[in-house]
T-cell receptor, first 110, second 114 residues
Framework: GENVEQHPSTLSVQEGDSAVIKCTYS??????FPWYKQELGKRPQLIID?????GEKKDQRIAVTLNKTAKHFSLHITETQPEDSAVYFC?????????FGKGTRLHILP | DTGVSQDPRHKITKRGQNVTFRCDPI?????LYWYRQTLGQGPEFLTY????????KSRLLSDRFSAERPKGSFSTLEIQRTEQGDSAMYLC????????????FGPGTRLLVL
């Protein structure tokens, strides 16, 4: 069935270090992969997205990589800052829907 | 502010009551999605509309749930005979099909069923 797996569920990194969150998806027809950041009590906010015709995309400290063969995609945050602390969700387009992973709670340690 | 609005922002109700939520998408967006999010989970797809047509409804969605988008603009989500397990955040998102697939979420309606 339609499935997006995300790990780790919790991630703690020292401020200034990098954080990596990994996801896999089940539907080989998926062609759009957004990442959302959600702070406590707030709506999910899109931070970056990638389409299947691209292997990597970068926006300042955030980058996403996609391996369509393996059906893997990853979020990389470099030079982490306290304001990066939040829950991050990966997602994949499946039949005109967006299916979300279960989220990664990222803690930035001082 | 993404432009998607939802009303009410919070709703407390007693088990067995009916509730209705409203979503106003960004004005030129022709596709509208409803999601449910429980604590510690990602948004779960419920249903979506293209203009006024409801194109898909999740198999997980109980018959107590119904959604409408009568004029292809705002949408309503109704839950009949609410149960405690319905307590969640209900999120609405919209896109302009053919321009971008980026979904913009509204602030959500947090439902608590006592």
């Amino acid at each position: 069935g339609e499935n997006v797996e995300q790990h780790p569920s919790t991630l703690s990194v020292q401020e200034g270090d990098s954080a990596v969150i990994k996801c896999t998806y089940s539907d080989s027809a998926s062609n759009y992969f957004p990442w959302y950041k959600q702070e406590l009590g707030k709506r999910p906010q899109l931070i970056i997205d990638i389409r299947s015709n691209v292997g990597e995309k970068k926006d300042q400290r955030i980058a996403v990589t996609l391996n369509k063969t393996a059906k893997h995609f990853s979020l990389h945050i470099t030079e982490t800052q306290p304001e990066d602390s939040a829950v991050y969700f990966c997602a994949a387009s499946i039949d005109d829907k967006i299916i979300f992973g279960k989220g990664t709670r990222l803690h930035i340690l001082p | 502010d993404t432009g998607v609005s939802q009303d009410p922002r919070h709703k407390i109700t007693k088990r067995g009551q009916n509730v209705t939520f409203r979503c106003d998408p960004i004005s030129e967006h022709n596709r509208l999605y409803w999601y449910r999010q429980t604590l510690g989970q990602g948004p779960e797809f419920l249903t979506y509309f293209q203009n006024e047509a409801q194109l898909e409804k999740s198999r997980l969605l109980s018959d107590r749930f119904s959604a409408e988008r009568p004029k292809g603009s705002f949408s309503t989500l109704e839950i009949q005979r609410t149960e405690q397990g319905d307590s969640a955040m209900y999120l609405c998102a919209s896109i302009r099909l053919g321009i971008a697939e980026t979904q913009y979420f509204g602030p959500g309606t947090r439902l608590l069923v006592l």
